[in-house]
């Protein structure tokens, strides 16, 4: 039985549950390289990457090696991740004398270990780490110890791993089902009652609503009276619908639906004067939830936010622009409402709770905006 372990191997182990169950860090695949252990946070205020290299170093040329061998592996996560600035600590636990101590690197900081005391003063580690020394002592010793420590990083990695499949797992979108039937009730109304009349009295018209009839922000955004509208905007709700809803929950999936509506209708009244249907404006609003959802969630989503939801906006935004008869500022309303209340109402236990005021804060300044452009400025 293992009852002693060497000094680099034990500080790795206790940076590295203190790194991960208090400080949320997640572990990193990184393709190419040895004995080094990635961290990823990417909601951490200034190092949003840590390695605890265990290789030695023996000079300044494998220094700076190392050093471009991060930049280059971190230059990839940032763009995978979305993220346009990524400050990286290197923790170096195997240093030779003839490397020097005292180089500085843009967007890389080093700390060279050499016992448990040193560390703690360390400055970067007295900064953005204080709570550690707390968090190094341990009454087990030896293999005790390690078992300790790596029960606890599986445990945290379990709970983390199931927090992510219980928001990724297919879950049945009671609330887009619901959307979808007073949609196709409305439109099938359309073959019984004069879809002039219905439009008339239902559509998003800005003279209306600026005299009282405050209902039509929402009842314009069920209203179809065009086969073809009606089949390509149902088949979009369907698609973004049951994703948003999956991913946000169904309680905040229908804030999310009915602010979009409201949002794109408010700017659509105070660009257009004439009449407006449709659930266009509020699947943008679902589209931009999306854009919210998957930059949280960029390291399993970035690839899919940056190559097919972003050019979809893109190019529906563009087509909006060069046919005519589409009402694209209800689109650019629903896309912005859509994001800003998706930060608002928050993905489950991923937003901290400044984020979420920040949200409700944004949120209602938009509205109250749109508000005033859309009623009491026309």
């Given at each position: 039985?293992?009852t002693?372990?060497?000094?680099?191997?034990?500080?790795?182990?206790?940076?590295?549950?203190?790194?991960?169950?208090?400080?949320?860090?997640?572990?990193?695949?990184?393709?190419g390289?040895?004995?080094?252990?990635?961290?990823?946070?990417?909601?951490?205020?200034?190092?949003?990457?840590?390695?605890?290299?265990?290789?030695?170093?023996?000079?300044?040329?494998?220094?700076?090696?190392?050093?471009?061998?991060?930049k280059?592996?971190?230059?990839?996560?940032?763009?995978?991740?979305?993220?346009?600035?990524?400050?990286?600590?290197?923790?170096?636990t195997?240093?030779?004398?003839?490397?020097?101590?005292?180089?500085?690197?843009?967007?890389?900081?080093?700390?060279?270990?050499?016992?448990?005391?040193?560390?703690?003063?360390?400055?970067?580690?007295?900064?953005?780490?204080?709570?550690?020394?707390?968090?190094?002592?341990?009454?087990?010793?030896?293999?005790?110890?390690?078992?300790?420590?790596?029960?606890?990083?599986?445990?945290?990695?379990?709970?983390?791993?199931?927090?992510?499949?219980?928001?990724?797992?297919?879950?049945?979108?009671?609330?887009?089902?619901?959307?979808?039937?007073?949609?196709?009730?409305?439109?099938?109304?359309?073959?019984?009652?004069?879809?002039?009349?219905?439009?008339?009295?239902?559509?998003?018209?800005?003279?209306?609503?600026?005299?009282?009839?405050?209902?039509?922000?929402?009842?314009?955004?069920?209203?179809?009276?065009?086969?073809?509208?009606?089949?390509?905007?149902?088949?979009?709700?369907?698609?973004?619908?049951k994703?948003?809803?999956?991913?946000?929950?169904?309680?905040?999936?229908?804030?999310?639906?009915?602010?979009?509506?409201?949002?794109?209708?408010?700017?659509?009244?105070?660009?257009?004067?004439?009449?407006?249907?449709?659930?266009?404006?509020?699947?943008?609003?679902?589209?931009?939830?999306?854009?919210?959802?998957g930059?949280?969630?960029?390291?399993?989503?970035?690839?899919?936010?940056?190559?097919?939801?972003?050019?979809?906006?893109?190019?529906?935004?563009?087509?909006?622009?060069?046919?005519?008869?589409?009402?694209?500022?209800?689109?650019i309303?629903?896309?912005?409402?859509?994001?800003?209340?998706?930060?608002?109402?928050?993905?489950?236990?991923?937003?901290?709770?400044?984020?979420?005021?920040?949200?409700?804060?944004?949120?209602?300044?938009?509205?109250?905006?749109?508000?005033?452009?859309?009623?009491?400025?026309?």
């Amino acid at each position: 039985m293992i009852t002693q372990i060497n000094e680099r191997d034990l500080i790795s182990m206790k940076l590295l549950h203190y790194f991960i169950t208090k400080k949320n860090y997640n572990p990193v695949v990184v393709q190419g390289v040895e004995n080094e252990i990635w961290l990823e946070n990417l909601e951490a205020e200034t190092y949003k990457i840590i390695r605890i290299v265990n290789n030695y170093i023996h000079n300044d040329e494998q220094l700076d090696f190392d050093v471009f061998k991060t930049k280059r592996m971190v230059k990839k996560i940032r763009r995978k991740t979305l993220t346009l600035k990524i400050k990286t600590l290197s923790i170096l636990t195997d240093v030779g004398e003839n490397a020097s101590r005292d180089k500085k690197y843009d967007d890389v900081d080093i700390i060279f270990y050499d016992n448990e005391d040193n560390l703690l003063k360390n400055e970067f580690i007295k900064k953005e780490f204080s709570d550690l020394k707390n968090n190094l002592q341990y009454s087990e010793d030896g293999f005790q110890l390690f078992l300790k420590i790596t029960d606890e990083i599986n445990q945290k990695n379990r709970k983390n791993a199931q927090e992510t499949d219980s928001i990724f797992e297919p879950k049945k979108p009671i609330i887009t089902y619901i959307i979808l039937g007073i949609i196709g009730i409305i439109f099938l109304l359309s073959f019984i009652i004069n879809p002039n009349q219905l439009v008339y009295y239902l559509g998003v018209n800005g003279y209306f609503i600026r005299s009282g009839e405050i209902y039509r922000l929402l009842t314009g955004a069920f209203l179809h009276i065009d086969v073809i509208h009606f089949i390509t905007n149902a088949y979009s709700l369907y698609i973004v619908g049951k994703l948003v809803e999956s991913y946000f929950g169904k309680k905040k999936f229908a804030l999310i639906y009915l602010i979009s509506a409201i949002t794109a209708n408010l700017l659509s009244i105070s660009m257009n004067d004439g009449f407006s249907i449709g659930a266009s404006g509020a699947i943008f609003g679902l589209f931009g939830s999306l854009v919210y959802f998957g930059y949280h969630y960029r390291v399993y989503f970035g690839n899919v936010l940056l190559r097919q939801i972003l050019p979809i906006i893109i190019i529906n935004l563009f087509i909006g622009f060069t046919i005519p008869g589409i009402d694209n500022f209800a689109h650019i309303g629903g896309l912005i409402g859509g994001f800003l209340v998706s930060k608002a109402v928050g993905v489950n236990s991923r937003d901290k709770k400044s984020d979420k005021v920040n949200g409700i804060i944004l949120t209602t300044i938009y509205v109250v905006f749109l508000i005033i452009l859309g009623i009491f400025m026309r």
